[in-house]
T-cell receptor, first 113, second 113 residues
Framework: KNQVEQSPQSLIILEGKNCTLQ??????????LRWYKQDTGRGPVSLTI?????NTKSNGRYTATLDADTKQSSLHITASQLSDSASYIC????????????FGTGTRLKVLA | ETGVTQSPTHLIKTRGQQVTLRCSSQ?????VSWYQQALGQGPQFIFQ???????GRGNFPPRFSGLQFPNYSSELNVNALELDDSALYLC????????????FGQGTRLTVV
């Protein structure tokens, strides 16, 4: 079954600290993996997109890694800010003639002052 | 701003009614995908349209239907509304159906009473 699982479900950290979010998937055949940030009640905003051959990709304070062998990805946030408080969603695209997008349920991050 | 606009932003309908949601894709994008996001959950893929034709569908019943116009804007139609259809409906456009970034709109919050 094609699934995307994220952990932890929720996370609270202090401003300035680092954190790492995890994404494990069983989607096959794999096309690409994306991380999105979603503020409450708003549409997701893309942070990174990685294909099979890419191991790491950075976008400012966000760094995503991908291990296609173990089917795991992580999103590392450095020096967190209050504005980082949001849900972070991992999305895996499946290549099967037509593309299909499998979303994780997200990790809800709260950054406290 | 992603350049993807959805209308209306909020909508209240009665069970059994029909609803049409609209999405204007980013300029130059020929692919539009629709998602349903229940409260506290990750988005669920409904279907994708590429150059006015359906190009993939998730596990949604036939009463969820769509349309893409020559200017690549799109509509999502839902017939015989049920209470469980209450959700945030997201539209995302991308340059093409291949491995390109998807840009999300702000969503339409549908409440079925």
């Amino acid at each position: 079954k094609n699934q995307v699982e994220q952990s932890p479900q929720s996370l609270i950290i202090l401003e300035g600290k680092n954190c790492t979010l995890q994404c494990n998937y069983t989607v096959s055949p794999f096309s690409n993996l994306r991380w999105y940030k979603q503020d409450t009640g708003r549409g997701p905003v893309s942070l990174t997109i990685m294909t099979f051959s890419e191991n790491t990709k950075s976008n400012g304070r966000y760094t995503a890694t991908l291990d296609a062998d173990t089917k795991q990805s992580s999103l590392h946030i450095t020096a967190s800010q209050l504005s980082d408080s949001a849900s972070y969603i991992c999305v895996v695209s499946r290549l099967s003639g037509t593309y299909k997008y499998i979303f994780g349920t997200g990790t809800r991050l709260k950054v406290l002052a | 701003e992603t350049g993807v606009t959805q209308s209306p932003t909020h909508l209240i309908k009665t069970r059994g009614q029909q609803v049409t949601l609209r999405c204007s894709s980013q300029s130059g994008h020929n692919t539009v995908s629709w998602y349903q996001q229940a409260l506290g959950q990750g988005p669920q893929f409904i279907f994708q349209y590429y150059r006015e034709e359906e190009n993939g569908r998730g596990n949604f019943p036939p009463r969820f239907s769509g349309l893409q116009f020559p200017n690549y804007s799109s509509e999502l139609n839902v017939n015989a509304l049920e209470l469980d259809d209450s959700a945030l409906y997201l539209c995302a456009s991308s340059l093409d159906r291949e491995r390109t970034e998807a840009f999300f709109g702000q969503g339409t919050r549908l409440t079925v009473v």
